[in-house]
């Protein structure tokens, strides 16, 4: 019996991570660069987007246009917030036809791509429901992964979900305005995230205050410009590299 249930599981990621790859060859061929914006409910993931992405996202090589896909189970008071930026929103529940699942997955967001602006963005973030244990399972085709990570949640957390952890490219440690507040330890914090996760990227904001924001719109704006696997510039990025209208 126990074996069979693995089994089961190890099936769904498998088919989860073809539908991922999937979805990644489509966005690459839109030349569309994604990513997996993960925390608990909570952490400041819609707010710290709003921060990111509310003055637009530029360089000196010109404008990212970015879109999001708002994963919620049900609702859409996030899409309405991001909505009010112009920035792009298409919402994703899972209440309805998902069994509430509290996690995207790859076939989800499949059902969502024909939605999605794809000709007119030239990155999409993906917000993932609040969770931080299934998200981290599940491809959905995004490039790169980032997570929040809220000073009110504990140093602990890195240790609890180390999937989560270690499957992330940038970890965003948010509302440090409350550390003066707090009985937290960010050297402790720290300390977890590097045993679990040597070396990952880590960057101190606040969504409240604007800190460090700046380098998360940065560090957006580099996956942007990253190439695809090919290694193809995205369509509108190279014909601007050209000095060429999209
Ligand atoms: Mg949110
Ligand atoms: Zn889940």
Redesign the pocket.
């Known amino acids: 019996m126990h074996r069979t249930k693995v089994r089961v599981a190890e099936d769904v990621l498998d088919a989860n991570a073809t539908i991922a790859r999937a979805n990644r060859a489509d966005f690459d061929q839109a030349g569309v660069r994604v990513v997996n914006l993960m925390s608990a409910p909570g952490a400041g993931k819609t707010a710290l987007l709003e921060r990111a992405l509310a003055g637009g996202l530029s360089d000196e090589l010109g404008e990212v246009r970015a879109g999001v896909l708002e994963g919620d189970v049900q609702g859409s008071l996030d899409a309405q917030r991001l909505a009010m930026l112009h920035v792009p929103v298409t919402q994703l529940n899972t209440a309805p036809g998902f069994g509430g699942?509290?996690?995207l997955d790859a076939n989800m967001v499949r059902s969502a791509l024909s939605a999605l602006p794809l000709g007119e963005i030239d990155l999409l973030v993906i917000e993932n429901?609040g969770?931080l244990?299934?998200?981290a399972e599940f491809r959905v085709g995004e490039d790169a992964r980032a997570m929040v990570c809220s000073v009110t949640e504990g140093e602990d957390k890195p240790l609890k979900y180390p999937l989560m952890f270690r499957t992330c490219d940038l970890v965003l440690i948010n509302k440090i305005d409350l550390l003066p507040h707090l009985d937290f330890s960010l050297d402790a914090l720290l300390g977890n995230l590097e045993r679990i996760h040597p070396g990952v990227q880590h960057m101190l904001v606040s969504a409240r205050t604007g800190e460090g924001v700046r380098a998360f719109a940065d560090w957006l704006l580099a996956r942007a410009r990253e190439r695809t696997s090919a290694g193809d510039l995205a369509p509108r990025q190279a014909a601007r590299a050209a000095g060429t209208p999209a």
């Open positions: 699942e509290c996690h429901v969770n244990v299934c998200p």
